[in-house]
């Protein structure tokens, strides 16, 4: 235990399937019609013979993981912001039709600095590793 709001080691996760709705949605909210997002046409030529998901999308599923680990964090004389992710890989696509988890779990706490680190991990339904980062939350005074 620490004197912190939450401990090394401290985990959560999040699973969705990642449906056709949810690439194109996406792609209207951020204007990013890629045609590797909504060609179908365009990526069944391509070796991944398939529509993928904006790896950005995933991202967003890493900010939902780390909203729930504060969410379960105890209660706090300090505000949580995100400040960062590092280190962001996509390993692997992510299709249309796919059921990811993202795994976060704390990794580091600096006291001084007032920081915590995790890292997640992104998995598909066949546990094969698609995305990794590190995140980054700042824990600042209220006022």
């Given at each position: 235990m620490t004197?912190?709001?939450i401990n090394i080691g401290d985990s959560t996760s999040f699973t969705k399937t990642v449906s056709e709705s949810?690439?194109?949605q996406f792609a209207g909210i951020t204007g990013d019609f890629s045609p590797n997002h909504v060609n179908r046409v365009y990526m069944e030529k391509s070796s991944y013979g398939?529509?993928?998901a904006?790896?950005?999308l995933l991202v967003g599923f890493m900010s939902t993981v780390s909203t729930q680990m504060i969410a379960h964090s105890r209660e706090a004389e300090e505000t949580p912001v995100s400040v960062g992710y590092d280190?962001?890989?996509f390993l692997k696509p992510v299709f249309l039709g796919d059921t990811v988890t993202v795994a976060y779990t704390v990794t580091e706490i600096d006291t001084e600095r007032r920081r915590s680190t995790a890292g997640i991990e992104v998995t598909n339904q066949d546990g094969d590793l698609v995305a990794v980062a590190s995140h980054i939350l700042q824990w600042v005074p209220n006022s």
């Open positions: 004197d912190f709001y949810d690439v194109y398939r529509l993928m904006h790896g950005a280190k962001i890989r």
